[in-house]
């Protein structure tokens, strides 16, 4: 066998490439411990439904918050599956305008809920402009809870009157623990409401923005609760310093989604674990679908 010298370099440089590659490839895929920790994905490419869920995977929908009258499926007209318009090129749901109505997930087993030292994320991903897609009104992206916006509830939102409009995490314990004499929420300071403000978001029509926060030490009986919000992968603020009580009865509870949302919605994953700033980075950047990696 001849041995030629160039023949070694561009063998030398073809692996290399291809060890790079395949570093690239990894850097983007999630470490495996974020996939064990899913209990919830919707990539809403196979329809509403859940693609991957530990409790019931069907989409519902209700007249109201108070989802006495739920039933699977979507509002025809006002909800519907966007083909094509998803941030990988496949679909999502597309709120088309705002609803009284409200679509879930039901929470049990979907949430791992504990009444002790409870912790969990979500993640998923906006495509709208506030300025101009939602009006004066205040919207919440998705809303957890058993009973009400506060009373043991999660949730994200953009305000009603601010220009820009902000966009703001909730942890608000039950009304009784951070609230107990029921005063007007409007009212209240910055400072007494448990919510983490960004006054700048990201967000804009025909660009998709990551939102995901994390939440630990709940139900710990302590004033050590931690609720943190993230958006594109970086830390925007916390609610801490709060006795973090949520009495749910889990098989009431709900993932709500697009509360009055209008824009477009993609891949919900929920965690039964506060994920690290490493973590959330790591599903800012990856590409693929959690759930086809279940």
């Not at 090129?89 to 409200?102: E, N, P, Q, Y």
């Not at 506030?130 to 009973?147: A, F, H, N, S, V």
């Not at 601010?162 to 005063?183: E, S, Y």
Request: net charge neutral; proline share 5%; glycine share 8%.
């Amino acid at each position: 066998m001849n041995w030629n010298p160039s023949h070694v370099l561009t063998t030398a440089i073809v692996v290399g490439l291809s060890c790079s590659s395949l570093a690239t490839a990894q850097e983007k895929d999630p470490p495996p411990a974020i996939r064990q920790s899913l209990t919830l994905s919707a990539t809403f490419d196979k329809g509403p439904d859940a693609d991957f869920a530990k409790g019931d995977k069907h989409i519902y929908i209700a007249s109201s918050a108070e989802r006495k009258d739920s039933k699977p499926g979507l509002p025809a007209g006002e909800i519907e599956v966007a083909k094509g318009q998803g941030r990988h090129g496949s679909d999502a749901l597309r709120f088309i305008k705002k609803s009284g109505k409200v679509v879930f997930y039901k929470a049990a087993g979907n949430v791992d809920y504990r009444k002790e030292n409870w912790s969990g994320s979500a993640s998923f991903w906006l495509s709208l402009d506030p300025q101009t897609d939602l009006g004066d009104w205040y919207c919440d992206p998705i809303q957890i809870t058993e009973k009400a916006w506060n009373d043991a509830g999660l949730w994200v939102d953009f305000s009603k009157d601010d220009k820009p409009k902000h966009f703001r995490l909730g942890a608000l314990a039950d009304l009784k623990v951070w609230n107990p004499t029921n005063r007007d929420f409007e009212k209240m300071t910055a400072e007494e409401r448990p919510v983490c403000v960004v006054t700048q978001p990201p967000f804009a029509r025909g660009k998709w923005t990551h939102v995901a926060f994390t939440f630990e030490k709940f139900n710990t009986g302590k004033p050590d609760g931690v609720a943190k919000l993230y958006l594109n992968g970086k830390l925007q603020g916390a609610v801490t310093g709060r006795n973090q009580v949520y009495s749910w009865d889990p098989e009431k509870a709900a993932i709500q989604m697009g509360m009055s949302y209008v824009g477009l919605y993609d891949d919900l994953s929920i965690f039964n674990r506060a994920l690290s700033e490493a973590e959330i980075q790591s599903l800012h950047t990856f590409e693929g679908r959690l759930a086809d990696s279940k």
